[in-house]
């Protein structure tokens, strides 16, 4: 009969845990929301290499530095490679092809609510409109012009990885105004080089996408981060965020105001319709967007007018599933409009959302 010594971990859950074999930790950490899965790993050493542990499973890319042409590479790594390799999982990296190399090895942490989406540009005609440049959109499906999800998430993974955020980042005090933060945490514009292999490429080579990137609010991996990015190919310089789109009605709570019976009421238009509404929100938070964002546009207010066009799109279709007539709508424009005041130290604050 097997004996066992005595320990201590059944008194102590944490111990307890980490002497569970590896594929039973793994199985009950994928339980646990991406908070809880962070909660653990900061409780000790071995927790925090435990749950880097579970994270290694995720992980599909590698990153590498480039002091010749001074940008990230990222590229694919296989099962098999990735067995192979020595890694460092307290820090999340791996020994490249030169032994002094240093390689980064990416955890996509995605999140099961959270989207992607991309501003398009698109000025509005009319006397009250001119100041709308344009909406936000949920990325549903890639376009070849500009950058895919997973190139974004890729590019959001790199620049979260805890050994590349702390040397690109710089949020220290700017010491002329005693409470102002700098606008732009990031030292420079980070270069990306993706490698892959392109579907149009018949021998299928392997191909490069060029990106340059800047990359607002790597606080936390649960809050809204927003980017520029420029494909350096296709010359589209674009605006992005990786937003909670599935934000409940305890959490925040949208509003329209019924003049019939003068109240408010919920906007029951559907998912789709809150998801541009938060997105269009965040866009106008300082921590996400910084005022010089767009310094050639009204102090940096670029998306202070957005348009609504999938709440329109939904208002139109309810109309017409009531029995009413859609032309008598559709000239209609709905727009988020922003309006912000400045603190004594000249921060921006939304004042009023309309």
Known sequence: ?????????????????????????????????????????????????????????????????????????????????????????????????????????????????????????????????????????????????????????????????????????????????????????????????????SDSNPDNEPSIIKYEVLFWNGASINQCHSFKIFRTDTGKTNYYQYFDAGLKKEQIKWLWYDNNNSRYMYYELGPDVNEQLECSLQGNLIYNYPINVHSDKDDGQYFNNCALNILKREYVKKIVDDGGDADKHNYKTFILRSTFVRNEFENRYIHMLE
């Open 1 to 197: 009969m097997a004996q066992f010594q005595s320990t201590t971990t059944e008194n102590d859950p944490i111990n307890f845990f980490e002497s569970l074999p590896s594929d039973i930790s793994k199985h009950v950490l994928s339980f646990g929301t991406i908070q809880d899965v962070a909660s653990l790993s900061a409780t000790s050493k071995s927790s925090y290499i435990m749950t880097n542990k579970y994270h290694l499973d995720a992980v599909h890319d590698i990153a590498w530095f480039d002091r010749e042409n001074n940008c990230y590479h990222i590229k694919h790594i296989s099962s098999s490679q990735k067995e192979e390799i020595v890694k460092d999982l307290m820090c999340m990296t791996c020994s490249g092809d030169n032994d002094s190399s240093k390689q980064y090895l990416l955890t996509p942490s995605t999140h099961d609510t959270f989207k992607w989406a991309m501003f398009i540009a698109r000025q509005l005609r009319g006397p009250e409109l001119n100041e709308t440049r344009g909406y936000w959109k949920i990325l549903y499906k890639d376009n070849a012009k500009y950058a895919s999800r997973d190139d974004l998430t890729r590019i959001r993974s790199l620049l979260l990885h805890p050994q590349i955020a702390s040397e690109l980042l710089d949020y220290t005090k700017d010491f002329e105004s005693s409470n102002k933060i700098k606008d732009h945490p990031f030292k420079s514009t980070v270069k990306v080089w993706m490698h892959g292999y």
